[in-house]
């Protein structure tokens, strides 16, 4: 069986990739800089065959009065391979119950 295709890139040649946890670290940043929501989870992080860096992140957009409904919202963070941000865009609002958007 063949074994995925690992991309694998360096912010400046001799330097090591940067890894999915700086990756994850560099999209809550510049969230939290860009937007200053509190930050619920890290929903996705996965590199494209273009090498950016996909993450999606929860963001608590309104806490629920009564209950655990919050009202979430995914926000979508690009980070190029030399670890900046190159995209940034809101997916989509939802209750928690509801769950995510697909």
Request: net charge neutral; glycine share 10%.
């Amino acid at each position: 069986m063949d074994q995925p295709k690992t991309l694998a890139f360096s912010a400046e040649p001799g330097q090591a990739a940067l890894t999915m946890l700086e990756v994850i670290a560099v999209a809550r940043r510049a969230f939290t800089t860009m937007n200053g929501g509190r930050i619920d989870a890290v929903a996705n992080c996965a590199q494209t065959e273009g090498g950016d860096w996909r993450v999606v992140i929860d963001v608590i957009e309104s806490a629920a009065k009564i209950g655990r409904n919050d009202l979430l919202c995914a926000y979508e963070i690009r980070v190029t391979p030399q670890g900046r941000v190159g995209g940034f865009q809101r997916l989509g609002r939802y209750h928690r119950e509801e769950g995510a958007p697909s």
